[in-house]
């Protein structure tokens, strides 16, 4: 576990702690919470409210810790398709929070089309490169949301290793290309012997195979058959070469296919290990002592159904709630899950978007209204008024 190098300020006693994820495609964590915040404040002006927005490891995490009160970070890195994007990342003391999806993520896609094939990675290898320049001695690598199968070829070269085709040319970025390879020059890579590298995010299986990068990217992506192929022999070609240089054996460990294989890359070069993107976001951003002493805990996402189990932040902070022994209430643009699969999260209740608005274009263009709107229910069942008795 990681402990941040902060303490939290101390949460006012009886206070409702919001700790949301994003609803994708509409409104980033800050901005749940500020509206919930907006809300709340408005239906019951004396109870405190502290807002803590979270996220696992994808898009969102560095923005979620810069709420908290980390320092953020901005450098223009290589986007996905080699075409520069101005990218964020968060410091707090020794420990750099740096997403892959900030650099090298599906909403960094020109007109958010797939280019699986030649996506690179690189632009996340510079983040990293960056924050270690600035003196991080821990630096948390959300690999959730990206949009590469480079097996993390491209981090490799963003922190300044070069790969070799036959006749020492270096190789065009993406995936395909690493059929060509033929050896790593790796003298341009910092010494990273004295910084933790973690990897956070949801679990993730092994660079090769049915479960593999690959593999997931033909699902996602919408590669065919014939690009699984070529994908599939690049990221051979790149394992055999990459274990033999970094003398070890990582294809197959839990975590190696995160990110199109970028976790392959930082498990072999970086040292990397692995956790519960959540789980660890928590502990970071310093939930439990938020959460001390609070009324009611208010999480959610866009999308609550099975997705939701599988390790994201919605039910971190739900599991974490319950150890702290407070209620914890969710909102979310739609539900999907029944009323036995919310009490195994520990989830006492849903509000949905969708119980008030049926339309769901008019949900994506006033969720922040709605959402403030939801916060009446959420004050007339879990904070009811306190009125004075009779002498």
């Known amino acids: 576990m990681v402990s941040p190098d902060t303490p939290s300020d101390p949460s006012p006693p009886g206070h409702v702690l919001l700790a949301p994820d994003r609803f994708a495609g509409c409104l980033s964590a800050p901005e749940v919470a500020r509206h919930l915040a907006v809300g709340l404040r408005r239906a019951r002006p004396d109870v405190p409210v502290v ?18 009160g980390w320092r953020r970070v901005e450098l223009e890195v290589c986007g996905p398709t080699g075409r520069p994007v101005n990218a964020c990342m968060a410091l707090n003391g020794g420990t750099a929070v740096v997403e892959l999806a900030e650099a090298s993520g599906v909403r960094r896609l020109p007109g958010g089309r797939p280019q699986p094939l030649t996506a690179t990675s690189l632009g996340t290898g510079q983040l990293v490169a960056h924050a270690v320049r600035l003196g991080a001695r821990r630096v948390v690598l959300g690999v959730d949301g990206g949009a590469c ?18 006749l020492g040319k270096d190789l065009p970025p993406g995936g395909a290309a690493l059929r060509s390879l033929h050896a790593l020059d790796l003298r341009g890579m910092p010494d990273l012997s004295g910084v933790e590298v973690i990897l956070a995010g949801a679990p993730a299986g092994p660079l090769l195979g049915r479960n593999g990068a690959a593999a997931l990217a033909a699902r996602h992506a919408g590669v065919g058959r014939e690009e699984l192929r070529v994908l599939d022999a690049g990221l051979r070609r790149w394992a055999d070469l ?13 975590g190696a296919g995160a990110a199109g294989g970028v976790g ?71 539900r999907g899950l029944t009323g036995e699969q919310l009490r195994r999260a520990r989830i006492q209740a849903v509000y949905a978007l969708a119980d008030i608005e049926p339309d769901a274009d008019r949900r994506v263009r006033q969720a922040g209204p709605l959402l403030e709107q939801l916060t009446v229910a959420i004050a007339d069942e879990w904070l009811p008024v306190r009125r004075l008795g009779r002498a």
Not at 244 to 252: I, L, P, Q, Y
Request: proline share 2%; aromatic share 2%.
């Open 51 to 68: 807002e803590l927005p979270v996220a696992d490891g994808g898009d969102g995490t560095a923005a979620a810790a810069v709420a908290s």
């Open 149 to 166: 199968a480079d097996g993390g070829a491209g981090l490799v070269q963003g922190l300044g290793g070069r790969l070799l085709d036959a």
């Open 242 to 254: 990459a274990e033999a240089a970094s003398r070890s054996a990582v294809r197959d460990r839990p």
């Open 264 to 334: 392959f890359a930082a498990l072999a070069f970086l040292g990397a290990r692995v956790e519960d993107g959540a789980t660890l976001m928590l502990d970071l951003l310093g939930f439990a002592e938020r959460a001390r002493g609070a009324r009611l805990v208010v999480t959610g996402e866009g999308s609550l159904d099975v997705r939701t189990l599988r390790g994201r932040s919605t039910v971190g902070v739900a599991r974490a709630a319950a150890r702290a022994r407070v209620p914890v209430v969710a909102v979310a643009d739609r």
